[in-house]
């Protein structure tokens, strides 16, 4: 018989293994982990290690959790958090929808985030907060499982490479649709409504992009794998509206605000997908990608491939204001210290 290697032996070595391979993707390279932070659980914070949860859980099984991820940036004034209130709202907005109960407040949620920074001594990051199912029974009845609410500090770079705010990142249209209306509710940020954005991306890197754009069920455009979509035409900007099941993202709204303070019409209206091939500039919007151009869709060149006027405007202005570098006119940030 043939004697299978010791369990806890054979896991420690492929978890030294993944540890010390070099990260193949721009994600890989951006994301990092830093094991000697602490993170806020359940109402008080706890080292790395110990934020931990029985895989029996309801949420490993089911996927029944809810989340926000927003960024701390280093301002000339000290750490401050991106719209984080705003943030909260959509994190209670979405527990709301999948009748996740909140064991704290929107107020409690929103110090702890601060906490995190500022226990952790950071200047820069990247904020995820997450509210879940935790252990109690099995089954897809939810009811008696207790939820349970994380949130962590991590250092994230430039979501879609290092290059992308500047050069513009080559996208394809995926194969795969968004959710169709009443089958997932798209306003939610819940951690199952990302199964199929992983395929989306997945396909995109094994044929050589950045990213995937999704359509809806109707066929219009709708989101990336994780950001929103813009797009200039005729000299108006385009943006699908909530109905093409779309997340109602936070730097999208930022960026509707901003474009109108430019003087631009803005119009969230249904975009047919032969629209994103002669549109004069594209662009992704959400808080990790911030404000990305678009260089090419399908191998088909966007404008003069490189980051348009338009979209170099409206990245000035954003980083200039979450930055701290110009008058935080809007109110989006919120100070650490």
């Known amino acids: 018989m043939t004697r299978l290697p010791n369990g806890k032996a054979a896991y420690a070595a492929r978890m030294q293994k993944a540890r010390q391979a070099k990260p193949k993707t721009e994600s890989a390279v951006s994301t990092g982990f830093d094991e000697k932070t602490k ?152 951690a199952s409504n990302y199964m199929p954005s992983q395929l989306v991306k997945l396909e995109a890197k094994i044929d050589h992009y950045v990213e995937g754009i999704m359509l809806d069920s109707h066929g219009y455009v709708s989101e990336g794998s994780g950001e929103n979509i813009f797009l200039l035409y005729r000299g108006k900007l385009y943006t699908p509206p909530l109905t093409a099941s779309i997340l109602p993202g936070i730097t999208r709204d930022c960026t509707i605000t901003m474009a109108r303070e430019l003087g631009c019409e803005v119009i969230e209206a249904p975009v047919p997908r032969e629209m994103l091939y002669v549109s004069d500039e594209v662009f992704f919007t959400g808080s990790a990608a911030e404000i990305t151009p678009i260089r090419s869709i399908d191998r088909i060149t966007i404008g003069n491939g490189a980051c348009g006027p338009l979209t170099e405007r409206l990245q000035k202005r954003f980083f200039a204001i979450v930055e701290g570098r110009t008058e935080d006119v809007y109110d989006w940030l919120t100070p650490v210290h």
């Open 39 to 190: 993170i806020w659980f359940n109402g008080r914070m706890v080292r790395w290690q110990e934020a931990t949860v029985h895989v029996m859980s309801h949420v490993i099984h089911y996927g029944s959790s809810v989340f926000e991820g927003f960024r701390c940036y280093n301002t000339q004034n000290g750490p401050a958090i991106f719209r984080l209130k705003d943030h909260i709202d959509r994190l209670f907005d979405s527990a709301k929808i999948y009748r996740i109960d909140m064991p704290f407040t929107k107020a409690e949620i929103m110090q702890a985030c601060i906490e995190v920074v500022k226990l952790n001594r950071l200047e820069a990051c990247y904020l995820r907060p997450v509210a879940f199912r935790g252990y109690h029974s099995l089954g897809v009845d939810p009811r008696l499982c207790p939820t349970m609410v994380a949130i962590a500090a991590l250092m994230w770079g430039k979501y879609l490479g290092p290059e992308a705010l500047k050069a513009g990142v080559d996208v394809r249209v995926a194969s795969w649709n968004r959710m169709r209306p009443n089958t997932f509710p798209s306003m939610a940020k819940a």
